[in-house]
């Protein structure tokens, strides 16, 4: 395999992204995103031009997975640049459906979809707020989220959900949030796009304001306007590159 790719990341949330259409095993994807033995991220895009842009997306591990709020942001800075689309306000096809973005000159806001608060759990000694947004998510709220032992406190809530769970640990101030995440399929990553959209709709600020959310990885804000959930913030790029391997 030889594979031109470019590197990106928004809020250390880092992705291999590659010009569909690709048929990549989960094992090639896997190597891929290994920090040790590949070029390394968070997961892989798979980002295919045409009347409409096409976004698949892969966990690190090869996973498939339903949404990315990150990589929707890095995929539509992308796909503005190389020229695929008119404007910088288009649709993404993701797994989940189309999804509007708008590329602005500092930040690109996308839309993550419908937002949901299906309930509530107790797992592992932590009260959770389950969320959906297109891909599930377990947030629990604590006073310090640098006192968890995520790599700990991540996998033994997760390991409670059939077909897993992102979990995300929340402080609430009053006009913003400060969380780390446990990603499904990846571990703790300095961002999680979803993940951030989750938190803002557990902690019940649906409302319409702009959120700021801050992440290991910098500061997004997430917007959920009439139940529908936007998220803003940068999308940068790291290096571009050909691989050869697997």
Known sequence: MTLEFTKMQGLGNDFVVVEGPADLTP??????????????????LVLTPGETVV?????????????CGNGLRCAARYAYDAGWVEGPEF??????????VVVGEGEIEVELGPIRVTGDAEQAG?????????????????????????????????????????????????????????????????????????????????????????????VGAVTIRDGIAWLAGPADYSFTGSVAGR
């Not at 649709?91 to 509007?100: D, I, K």
């Open 126 to 218: 932590y009260r959770l707020r389950l969320v959906d947004v297109g891909n599930p998510h377990a947030v629990a709220f604590v006073d310090d989220p640098d006192a968890v032992d995520i790599g700990k406190a991540g996998p033994e809530v997760q390991a409670a959900f059939p077909g897993g769970v992102n979990v995300e640990f929340v402080r609430v101030e009053p006009d913003s949030l400060t969380m780390r995440v446990w990603e499904r399929g990846v571990g703790e990553t300095l961002a999680c796009g979803t993940g951030m959209a989750a938190v803002v709709a557990a902690a019940g600020m649906t409302d319409g304001r702009r959120v700021p959310v801050r992440v290991p990885g910098g």
């Open 55 to 67: 976004m698949d997306y892969r966990n690190a591990d090869g996973s498939p997975a339903e949404m």
């Open 91 to 100: 649709v993404v096809e993701t797994p989940v459906g189309p999804r509007r």
């Open 27 to 44: 094992e090639q994807v896997a190597w891929l995103c290994d920090r040790r033995f590949g070029v390394g991220a968070d997961g892989l």
